[in-house]
């Protein structure tokens, strides 16, 4: 947009017409403009995206804020990222917070390539990455904080054949016939990758934030709570370790 706005007087040639063309025709088609564009703007970066990762969205800013109010900039705490596609929450708060450690983790290595690459486009080295179905390669490893976006929508939910959700890769959206499968798990699970203390957040549905609070409750999570996107949803729910309950 800015090419054509500089040059709004030049002609286009014959190569240009079709390239303009044919980026005409995806659009028109529904493709989302991220991946068009192959790239995608998240709380003051920009990102490289493809149809192998899920489009960063405004209402996941949420869950770095979050982030940055219970790490101290000073503080050299380890953060885990489940499932970071793209990277960008997981770069977003090590660009913020410098001296964190941040682990991002990924079950498609297509995902962590383009992770990898939004990490050196922002020359951030702060971040490291693990192909991990979850918490699987992760081993004897702590966290002070563990944070995810993860899959959350019902795998019969009719919006997934709708709008931009249709050329985003299944595997980030849908999670179980009621969506929470990946949730469970990860409260599940958590308990045994954070240091006593350590925080648990993750974003989920509209309408899936009571159930959550139980599951955090229930794996003996303190301190739970939900809190609201910019549209009014409760959109983040999240816990913190007691330290009695922390597994070994």
Not at 19 to 40: K, M, N, S
Not at 193 to 214: I, K, N, P, S, V
Not at 229 to 235: F, H, K, S, V
């Amino acid at each position: 947009a800015v090419y054509l706005i500089a040059h709004a007087g030049d002609a286009l040639n014959a190569v240009q017409h079709e390239q303009f063309a044919a980026l005409a025709a995806r659009r028109r088609a529904g493709e989302p403009v991220a991946y068009i564009t192959g790239t995608r703007e998240f709380y003051g970066l920009e990102f490289a995206v493809t149809p192998a990762v899920l489009i960063p969205r405004p209402e996941t800013e949420g869950l770095v804020e979050w982030a940055l109010e219970h790490i101290a900039p000073a503080a050299q705490a380890r953060v885990l990222d489940l499932g970071t596609g793209s990277g960008c929450i997981a770069l977003s708060i090590a660009h913020e917070r410098p001296r964190a450690q941040l682990c991002a983790v990924d079950c498609s290595e297509a995902s962590l390539e383009i992770a990898r690459s939004n990490a050196q486009r922002h020359r951030i080295g702060n971040a490291t990455f693990l192909h991990s179905d979850w918490f699987a390669a992760l081993g004897t490893q702590r966290f002070d904080c563990i944070v995810s976006n993860p899959p959350y929508i019902a795998a019969g939910d009719a919006h997934l054949a709708q709008g931009d959700l249709r050329f985003e890769p299944a595997r980030a959206l849908a999670s179980g016939t009621d969506g929470l499968d990946a949730i469970r798990l990860i409260v599940a699970q958590a308990p045994q990758y954070l240091q006593a203390g350590g925080w648990l957040a993750f974003e989920h549905g509209y309408d899936q934030a009571a159930r959550c609070r139980q599951l955090l409750q229930a794996a003996g999570f303190t301190q739970v709570f939900s809190r609201r996107d910019l549209a009014g949803i409760e959109r983040i729910s999240g816990g913190r370790l007691d330290a009695s309950r922390s597994k070994s």
